[in-house]
């Protein structure tokens, strides 16, 4: 526990772009577009219990939702 804890205290250090020098490398990089898919609402579906019916139940809306 004692090594868990005493690796967040370790020391870090940052570079940034100037420090490491990548050159040539740096221009053939660039980001052109971020996009993140559309949000849609949730189904509220909940299934209690473990029984066979109930299982089958889930998969059922499992493979709707993925279908």
């Known amino acids: 526990m004692k090594a868990i ?3 967040g ?3 870090t250090t940052t570079y940034n ?3 490491i020098d ?3 490398l740096a221009e053939l ?3 052109s577009s971020i996009a993140a898919p559309e949000q849609t609402s949730r189904k509220n579906i909940i299934i209690e219990g473990d029984s066979e019916e109930q299982i089958a139940t889930f998969i059922t809306h499992l493979k709707t939702a993925l279908i």
Do not use: F, S
Request: net charge positive; with cysteine.
């Open 17 to 19: 772009r100037e420090v």
């Open 29 to 31: 990089t660039c980001i």
């Open 22 to 24: 990548l050159g040539a």
């Open 9 to 11: 205290k370790k020391p």
């Open 5 to 7: 804890l005493g690796a």
